[in-house]
């Protein structure tokens, strides 16, 4: 085996890699400085889960549904990876949400670095470049990276697959370990080891092994993510008894994810554009555009390896649309197919034809060189108008719960100063802690309409309080129906929304003015 020397790892292109990653590094930090970073309802799962394994070693959420009899849950909505990657630093101190950042930017620091040098194997390093690029000025993977998601993580260990996949197809293993992290990071991540699997199957250069060998590999392959996902299904079902992660059931309406689909689609391939009259027609010439570009990329080296990636990218693109229908379908029928779901397959879209237009450049003349290059600056130039305008607002107000109307609202304020006085009842739980650090519980959803008796009896016998922000969630069961329920008074009241007491003559701590913007956990 040769040494491994300096020499070896610090050649210019790793050195490149390195630089884009820096640059990926202190981008993410730029953009999620204060009022940043966003606060997706999601977050408070993370974050939440990361705090209670510090300090409990158990992994729990800090809501519960109203008729829990704790303020908190198991975490079983999401898998558990980025909850323990984020306890990492705060194991060591950090605030969980300054945590959080600093594990968005080294992932957005890695997956920077694997696709430049990945691409710069399949295509060159000029085309390396191009890629992380194209990435960093793609208008949803610029959201995801500015609020506290698991997609930066879950996408550099995308990255981390290609790689393995394609450097190291004679240890299926590799590979399938980074897919099985994947998976627990978001359960769309499944598509990962299933693409693995195929790829050890059939996709390496050397197919004339026995059907056997490639069942071996196969199998090791997807070993990793069976073992994985195997332990967190029976630990989910030991805390949550016998409830399952999700309800499997056939959901309906799939024509509209569809639609929703091909609008984000037709957004990323025409940004700008797509929005002016005749837009869908300008989106599906750009993607017929796209498909006829791998079609001649793959053609324009005949037996090259370019032909070889665009298999691959079509293999991981089909696994990751397959599982996310059938997950829309089958599991959960509020998935939306918008930019942060579809963003794996944006990135993988882009990957294929940064090696198609690469493997173009190469073959065809001026004219074919001067259309790319026409086409890559109409669709940066579209994508970076959107970020700025996102970024924009972001850096003002605030992105989703950390936008300056939740920040300082009198309702927080009233929660910060009641001091536990009250149990709180409320239609946005993740708002409540992430601003005041209280744990809070749901208030009964629609499809719970015929337990509102039992939601009465429950918040006047806890001396409860319903904080109901004008917001509303989409299954929210109307104010006038918990009114009617628990026999409540109207203690305050304002544009942002309305708290509500039991009828009595208990004490209430009442606010008087917005106060500052409250310190997030």
């Known amino acids: 085996m040769p040494r491994l020397t300096a020499s070896r790892w610090w050649t210019p292109r790793a050195l490149a890699a390195c630089a884009l990653g820096i640059g990926a590094f202190a981008l993410v930090l730029a953009v999620t400085d204060p009022p940043g970073p966003g606060f997706d309802p999601d977050a408070m799962s993370y974050l939440g889960?990361?705090?209670?394994?510090?300090?409990?070693?158990?992994?729990?959420?800090?809501?519960?549904?109203?008729?829990?009899?704790?303020?908190?849950?198991a975490l079983e909505h999401f898998p558990p990876l980025y909850s323990v990657v984020i306890a990492a630093p705060v194991r060591l101190g950090m605030d969980p949400v300054q945590g959080a950042r600093l594990v968005i930017a080294l992932s957005a620091f890695a997956t920077a670095v694997l696709?430049?040098?990945l691409m710069s194997d399949v295509a060159g390093p000029p085309a390396g470049a191009l890629a992380v690029i194209a990435l960093a000025v793609t208008p949803p993977a610029i959201d995801a990276h500015v609020s506290i998601l698991s997609e930066p993580l879950f996408l550099a260990l995308m990255a981390a697959t290609l790689m393995l996949m394609w450097r190291r197809a004679r240890q299926p293993w590799m590979a399938g370990s980074a897919a099985a992290a994947a998976t627990l990071v978001r359960y769309a991540g499944a598509s990962l080891p299933a693409a693995c699997v195929a790829w050890a199957f059939g996709g390496r250069r050397d197919t004339s092994a026995g059907w056997r060998a490639r069942l071996v590999r196969a199998v090791v392959a997807g070993a990793p993510a069976a073992i994985g996902m195997g332990a967190w299904v029976l630990v989910s079902r030991r805390a949550r008894g016998a409830e399952g992660i999700r309800d499997v059931a056939i959901y309906s309406d799939l024509g509209r994810s569809f639609g929703q689909g091909a609008r984000t689609?037709?957004?990323?391939?025409?940004?700008r554009l797509f929005d002016l009259p005749g837009g869908w027609v300008a989106a599906a010439l750009a993607v017929a555009l796209l498909a006829l570009t791998w079609i001649a990329g793959a053609r324009a080296i005949a037996g090259g390896q370019t032909g070889r990636w665009l298999g691959c990218c079509a293999l991981v693109a089909g696994s990751y649309a397959a599982v996310l229908v059938a997950s829309r379908a089958l599991a959960d029928p509020a998935i939306p197919f918008d930019g942060r779901i579809l963003l794996p397959l944006l990135l993988l879209g882009e990957l294929a034809t940064v090696a198609a237009a690469a493997a173009l450049w190469r073959t065809r003349g001026l004219a074919t060189r001067l259309t790319i290059v026409a086409a890559a600056a109409a669709w940066c130039w579209g994508s970076l108008s959107i970020d700025r305008e996102n970024l924009e607002y972001a850096r003002q107000e605030g992105s989703d719960f950390a936008g300056w109307s939740w920040r300082n609202s009198a309702l927080m304020e009233w929660t910060r100063a009641d001091r536990g006085a009250h149990t709180i009842y409320t239609n946005w739980p993740s708002a409540v802690w992430f601003h005041t650090g209280r744990n809070a519980r749901e208030v009964p959803q629609r499809y719970e309409a015929r337990s509102l008796p039992e939601f009465g009896a429950r918040i006047r016998g806890a001396r409860g309080a319903v904080v109901m922000f004008n917001a509303l969630a989409a299954d929210a069961l109307p104010l006038d129906a918990l009114v009617r329920a628990g026999a409540l008074r109207q203690i305050y009241s304002d544009s942002s929304g309305s708290i509500w007491v039991p009828a009595g003559p208990a004490p209430i701590v009442r606010s008087k003015s917005p106060g500052p913007a409250a310190r997030t956990p």
Do not use: N, Q, Y
């Open 49 to 73: 889960a990361a705090e209670s394994l510090v300090r409990d070693g158990t992994l729990r959420v800090p809501s519960a549904g109203w008729d829990d009899p704790d303020s908190t849950t």
């Open 115 to 117: 696709v430049m040098l």
């Open 265 to 271: 689609i037709g957004a990323w391939a025409v940004p």
